[in-house]
């Protein structure tokens, strides 16, 4: 790990008051609350709570930076998290199926068949019991749900 990513590791750690026990990037992720990250959020947990934020991504192409557009909006830090005895449900769901949702929150659920997990993207659906939705797009899913199961009721 480089200077820069231990450093901002003690920062998370010096700010929950505890060390992260795991950590992964999820590299698509939206909400009901109508916020989506196209380039995905930095899931962390301390504890018995997910903590996730994003970063501003400065556009490059083959390691090169780009000039950004003129007329790109700024950046707005996007930060929440949740407890993992607030978690009602977890679900595979098709990103497709998620957007949807976010969307439309009406719409249906429909779990990720084996065709959708083997051809199609899919994230986890994390279902609050206050009703907020959380979707996911992690590497390793099995872990990911194992972690959520660590610190549930």
């Known amino acids: 790990m480089d200077d820069d990513a231990h450093k901002f590791i003690q920062e998370l750690e010096t700010r929950h008051g505890s060390k992260l026990s795991w950590r992964t990037y999820a590299t698509w992720y939206a909400t009901t609350k109508g ?12 504890n018995d709570s997910f903590f996730f934020e994003d970063f501003e ?3 490059a192409l083959f390691g090169f930076s780009l000039r950004p557009r003129k007329n ?4 707005v830090k996007y930060e929440d998290s949740f407890a993992c005895t607030d978690v009602e449900s977890v679900r595979t769901v098709s ?4 957007l949807k949702i976010i969307r439309q ?4 659920v429909k779990d990720a068949s084996w065709f959708d997990k083997a051809f199609r993207q899919v994230v986890e659906m994390v279902l609050l019991k206050d009703g907020t939705v959380h979707f996911f797009e992690v590497m390793d899913r099995k872990e990911f749900r194992r972690r959520l199961s660590d610190g549930s009721v």
Do not use: M
């Open 35 to 46: 916020v989506a990250r196209e380039f995905g959020v930095f899931l962390y947990k301390v």
């Open 57 to 59: 991504r400065q556009p």
């Open 105 to 108: 929150p009406s719409h249906p």
């Open 95 to 98: 990103r497709s199926n998620a």
């Open 72 to 75: 790109r909006e700024p950046f």
